[in-house]
């Protein structure tokens, strides 16, 4: 494939030089133009390895489609963006840098051509005095080996894709398959593109070629030692083009920020979890919430966790701002303990003495990396993995699949439950398509389809029914608050981390404490207790009363039979445990005291009582304040009588000894 | 004799106060705070080992010169001294005798400098503190010295009148710290719970601070 168009040059930043080519595409043309999940494998690809991951095909057919098309032919539209990318072989990440390069003057030096080895080719005419003319400047390339990939304006593309049927999916071509009545509106129109290609993304270059290029191209720097990798430079225009657009959502945001450490370490995270489940992995964790409810697991999913609440934890630990009002890096410097690096990298422009996870430099970024990789990922990876209720719920999918695996290998599955399967443990935006061609009532079908889907993820979501908690915000929050005040207080062998075995005794004990509670433990919405601080449902501000809980459960549980594995490998002053605990139950104490008062309140005769001392406070008769003294104490009493049940269950229960 | 309690002193540097005050005492008590060596103390070259000390000088200084008129009636002879700890030469008051920051560098290896910051990240407390106090309740003062340091933080963020920022720094230590370029992790917090009389503490925290002079105290 060949395209002419106007040439011309600009910067990401100073060292991240990006070409690019102005032109036009014959409409049918854009077939060569991609979204990225044709070009990648977006289910298998790495969290990290992403630019954009998802689409939302919603709003491309209520919102562009119809803008597209109402009778007055193709509107104004912006060049869609495209990048010259090369796909790995399995599809499962985009090339690092771009092939060898070689260079040289052709048509006896009217034309410079620099070929990037068989896959694309640039040419520029020559006016003569080591320069090159912008207009015309050509690009050559292999759609075998070369992609043009939408940076900016897929969802514009896929509208056009759709309506000139030009699609190639089979649920694609049925979601958008009313649109095509509008194809003969875009005949004979051409739509603007700009391709970008990275001059300083090159794998190999040899030394006469640099020399021929530094000639053309002064102010670029061709040398590798200076190039990036295609996904960090795509990554920066990405954002970067994205900042006055439709802002993305949270979850999409997350998964593209180069520019924060917290979305950097969430993906860390992701992909973490999905190597240790590569099968399973997209049926577990979900990253693609197209609302802002990204913090939120949808009732009756499978899901362990969300790239929110991740993000939320990471944040927390990174870039806490809590009670101060400002991230100043403090919670980052002391987390990955930075100022005690040895040569950790600093420099004027960004001293590691005010380093925050939103102000760092590359080699900060990578060292930051490295110290989060070494002190933090166990972390997330052993919590998400083996405690108790996320290991159930995964093995429970591990099983699913399996038996998916025994009915292919049989042939006894039918197409709808291949489908379905396909649907649970592959790309994401199928089930986002299924859902939305469930919501027109004649597809009855795929109504169907959804439905059995929903019925499935139920019932493995069922293996865990009794710990519903341990899959919100709250608690997934609420474990690390525990964990970082456990460092703080000095429990561990390090000051500001804690060490991978140090952490298994933890989960060790919590995991006892789960099991052997199989109905009615304290994390259980339906126990007393836990109604009285929970009020019954997840709010992510109750996360301090979940680091609470998981405190006083650590330090006291079979702490007399030995069998507390955190209080048995790990030297704790009397002092400090009983410190823990006694502080730790106040705060629960302080809230079931609050829920009472509550409950009081609102009983229907002490309703009444407050009615009428309301009634008699308006008609200004005194009796009012003897009533509500009377009321009061009432109250206090109720609360203490109740409160000193709750406790005595409570301290059972954890198996706190007075 | 009255015993000494300087054993009792706990110490709270960052790590231990990240996320929240609570392992400080609600009690009353002595506190005191101090500089945090360990965290100037990765040093890979000499070179690194001169910018931290200027950095410190930077933190610690008092930015003031102090003088005396020796002769007031034959000609004005005045001597300004400016009180920074950092100088690049130091006359010795007996001999008269030169010594410069040079000369002593040259005398010790890498490894050597590196210890004087291993030695003073050990004994943060044996150095001068920077600021002292009473408080009825030590954690409401740590918390009171946290909130006020990053108040002064943010309003440096929000690009406010630099006089109006430094009028309220003025106020607290917390303040003053923010003002100096002090991160929050330099500082350590050391306090001891101590039976105070709430009526007096003002006046006596007062005094304690004129007798000692902190370098962070209120001027």
């Not at chain 1, 109402?70 to 060049?79: E, L, S, V």
């Not at chain 1, 070369?146 to 049925?174: E, F, I, P, S, Y």
């Not at chain 1, 302080?590 to 008699?616: D, F, G, H, P, V």
């Not at chain 2, 917090?189 to 105070?196: D, I, R, T, Y």
């Amino acid at each position: 494939m060949q395209i002419a168009g106007d040439f011309g040059t600009f910067f990401t930043d100073p060292t991240s030089p990006v070409f690019f080519l102005n032109t036009s595409f014959e409409i049918d043309s854009i077939k060569y133009l991609k979204p990225v999940r044709e070009v990648l494998d977006v289910a298998e690809v790495d969290f990290d390895e992403l630019v954009q991951r998802d689409l939302d095909d919603f709003r491309i057919r209520q919102d562009i489609v119809p803008y597209l098309v109402d009778n007055m032919g193709y509107k104004f539209f912006p060049p869609i963006v495209v990048a010259l990318t090369q796909p790995a072989a399995n599809r499962q990440s985009i090339k690092q840098y771009y092939p060898p390069i070689k260079a040289k003057l052709i048509e006896n030096g009217r034309k410079l051509e620099v070929e990037f080895d068989n896959a694309f080719s640039l040419t520029w005419y020559t006016n003569g005095s080591d320069q090159v003319h912008s207009l015309p400047a050509a690009l050559r390339w292999n759609p075998d080996k070369t992609h043009l990939m939408a940076v900016d304006g897929q969802h514009r593309l896929v509208a056009l894709q759709a309506v000139r049927g030009l699609l190639v999916a089979d649920n694609l071509k049925l979601f958008y398959h009313n649109v095509l009545q509008y194809k003969d509106e875009l005949d004979n129109i051409k739509v603007p593109v700009t391709i970008l290609i990275f001059p300083n993304c090159i794998q190999n270059i040899a030394a006469e070629d640099l020399a021929l290029l530094q000639r053309y191209f002064v102010k670029i720097d061709w040398a590798t030692t200076s190039r990036m990798p295609v996904k960090q430079v795509l990554r920066d225009i990405f954002v970067d083009v994205n900042k006055s657009a439709r802002q993305p959502s949270k979850a999409r945001t997350i998964l593209l920020n180069e520019k924060d450490l917290s979305a950097i370490f969430s993906r860390r995270i992701f992909s973490s979890i999905k190597d240790e489940n590569p099968t399973i992995y997209s049926a577990l964790l979900e990253y693609n919430s197209t609302t802002n409810k990204d913090t939120q697991i949808e009732k009756g999913r499978a899901i362990i966790t969300t790239i929110g609440i991740v993000y939320n934890i990471c944040q927390f630990l990174f870039a806490d701002e809590k009670g101060v009002g400002i991230d100043d890096g403090t919670t980052l410097r002391t987390r990955l303990d930075i100022l005690n690096y040895p040569e950790f990298p600093s420099s004027e422009e960004f001293p590691k003495e005010t380093m925050k996870s939103t102000e760092f430099s590359l080699e900060q970024r990578k060292i930051a990396q490295k110290i989060f990789a070494e002190k933090w990922l166990h972390v997330f990876k052993s919590f998400l993995i083996d405690l108790l209720p996320f290991k159930i719920l995964t093995d429970a999918m591990k099983a699913e699949y399996d038996k998916y695996q025994l009915l292919l290998k049989d042939l006894t599955i039918s197409a709808d439950d291949n489908e379905i399967y396909k649907i649970l443990f592959g790309n994401v935006e199928d089930r986002f398509i299924l859902e939305n061609n469930a919501k027109i009532r004649t597809n009855t079908q795929v109504i169907i389809k959804l439905r059995k889907l929903k019925e499935l993820e139920s019932r493995i979501r069922g293996s865990v029914s009794n710990h519903e908690v341990f899959y919100t915000l709250m608690f997934q929050r609420g474990f690390f608050e525990a964990v970082t005040k456990l460092i703080e207080d000095g429990l561990f062998e390090n000051s500001y981390y804690v060490k991978h075995e140090e952490l298994g005794y933890i989960i060790a004990t919590l995991n006892l404490y789960i099991s052997n509670h199989p109905k009615g433990s304290l994390f259980e919405y339906s126990n007393p207790i836990n109604n009285l601080i929970f009020g019954g449902k997840a709010s992510p501000e109750n996360s301090n009363l979940i680091a609470a809980l998981i405190t006083v459960i650590l330090v006291n549980y079979k702490r007399s039979s030995l069998q507390n594995l955190l209080l048995k490998n790990i030297e704790v002053a009397e002092g400090v445990r009983a410190r823990l605990s006694v502080t730790n139950l106040i705060i629960l104490k302080e809230k079931m005291k609050r829920s009472l008062a509550a409950e009081y309140k609102s009983l229907t005769a002490n309703k009444i009582r407050l009615s009428e001392i309301q009634l008699k406070k308006e008609q200004d008769d005194n009796d009012w304040k003897a009533m509500q003294l009377q009321f009061e104490a009432d109250m206090e009493y109720y609360v203490a009588e109740h409160l000193t049940q709750e406790e005595i269950k409570l301290k059972k229960d954890v198996e706190i000894e007075d | 004799m009255l015993p000494l309690k300087i054993d009792e002193f706990q110490l709270y540097p960052i790590e231990k106060t990240l996320s929240s005050s609570s392992a400080i005492p609600g009690k009353s008590g002595m506190y005191a705070w101090y500089l945090n060596f360990s965290k100037f103390s990765t040093i890979s070259s000499k070179d690194d080992f001169e910018k931290n000390i200027i950095k410190l000088d930077e933190l610690l200084t008092k930015d003031t010169l102090t003088g005396s008129v020796k002769s007031f009636f034959k000609r004005f002879n005045v001597d300004l001294n400016e009180e920074r700890i950092w100088l690049d030469q130091f006359t010795t008051t007996t001999t008269g005798k030169v010594i410069t920051v040079g000369e002593k560098l040259n005398t010790l290896t890498l490894s050597q400098c590196q210890d004087i910051f291993n030695y003073l990240s050990q004994f943060s407390m044996l150095v001068s503190p920077l600021y002292v106090g009473i408080a009825k309740s030590l954690q409401t003062r740590f918390d009171g010295h946290k909130r006020a340091f990053y108040e002064i933080k943010k309003m440096q963020a929000d690009g406010e009148d630099p006089d109006v920022i430094y009028e309220e720094a003025e106020k607290s230590f917390g303040g003053r710290a923010a003002i100096r370029g002090f991160n929050w992790e330099h500082l350590i917090f050391a306090c001891a719970e101590m039976p105070v009389d709430r009526h007096t503490i003002q006046s006596q925290e007062f005094l304690i601070n004129r007798l000692y002079s902190p370098i962070l105290g209120r001027k």
